[in-house]
C-alpha cells in the first residue's frame, strides 16, 4: 500500500511546529522526519509557509464550519454562547496539537510569515464570533458597539479554559463551557 507523502508531510510538520515553534524547524526537518526529499515538499506546498497555510486551513476546516454555525443567533444569547464555547472545546480535543499552534502563532511578531498565515483563520474567528454579538445587541442594548471586545475577550476566556485544560489542569466539557459562558455573561450583563 503506497503511503499519502501528502498527508505524512501535513502530520509530521504539524508534530515539529507544534514541538518546536515554526521557526525553530527548518524544512529539511520536516522532510527528514517524514521520509520525503525537499522536492516532494515542494511540490505539494511550495514553500514552509505553503505547508503552514495548508495544514491550517485543512486541519481546522471542521472547527471553522462548526463555529460559523454556532454563532447563528437565535435570539438566546447564553446558549449561542454556550454553542460557540463547546465548538471552541471541541477543536481543542480534536486537534490539540493544532489548538496550540494557533493560539501560539497568534502571539508571535505579527511581522513573521507564520503570523501572517494565521492571521486570516483567527480573523475569521474573530468576525464570526463578533457577528452574533452585533446580532445579540438587538435584545441587550448594553451591548452595543461592544462587539468587537466582547468577542475577543470571549474568545480569549475560551482559549485559556482550553489552554488549561490541555495542560491537565481541568476539562474542556458541556459543564465547563457553562462555566466559561457565565463568567463572561456576568461581566457583559451588568
Known amino acids: 500500500m503506497e503511503r499519502d507523502n501528502?498527508?505524512?508531510?501535513?502530520?509530521?510538520?504539524?508534530?515539529?511546529?507544534?514541538?518546536?515553534?515554526?521557526?525553530?524547524?527548518?524544512v529539511q526537518q520536516i522532510c527528514a522526519a517524514a521520509g520525503v526529499t525537499k522536492p516532494t515538499l515542494y511540490h505539494y506546498f511550495g514553500s514552509k509557509s505553503g505547508l503552514l497555510a495548508t495544514l491550517v486551513q485543512e486541519r481546522s476546516a471542521s472547527f471553522r464550519a462548526a463555529l460559523a454555525e454556532a454563532t447563528a443567533y437565535a435570539g438566546d444569547l447564553p446558549v449561542s454562547l454556550e454553542r460557540v464555547a463547546l465548538a471552541y472545546f471541541a477543536f481543542?480535543?480534536?486537534?490539540?496539537?493544532?489548538?496550540?499552534?494557533?493560539?501560539?502563532?497568534?502571539?508571535?511578531?505579527?511581522?513573521?510569515?507564520?503570523?501572517?498565515?494565521?492571521?486570516?483563520?483567527?480573523?475569521?474567528?474573530?468576525?464570526?464570533?463578533?457577528?452574533?454579538?452585533?446580532?445579540?445587541?438587538?435584545?441587550?442594548?448594553?451591548?452595543?458597539?461592544?462587539h468587537r471586545i466582547y468577542a475577543a475577550t470571549f474568545i480569549g476566556t475560551l482559549n485559556t479554559y482550553a489552554g488549561i485544560a490541555l495542560n491537565g489542569y481541568g476539562q474542556i466539557d458541556a459543564e465547563a463551557a457553562r462555566r466559561a459562558m457565565g463568567q463572561f455573561s456576568y461581566g457583559i450583563y451588568s
Open 92 to 146: 481543542a480535543t480534536s486537534q490539540p496539537l493544532l489548538y496550540r499552534l494557533l493560539i501560539g502563532l497568534w502571539f508571535i511578531v505579527p511581522e513573521g510569515k507564520a503570523f501572517q498565515v494565521v492571521l486570516d483563520i483567527n480573523e475569521e474567528q474573530q468576525h464570526l464570533v463578533e457577528s452574533l454579538f452585533e446580532r445579540a445587541a438587538a435584545d441587550h442594548g448594553n451591548m452595543r458597539g461592544r
Open 6 to 26: 501528502r498527508a505524512h508531510i501535513l502530520d509530521h510538520a504539524l508534530t515539529l511546529f507544534a514541538a518546536r515553534g515554526y521557526d525553530g524547524v527548518g
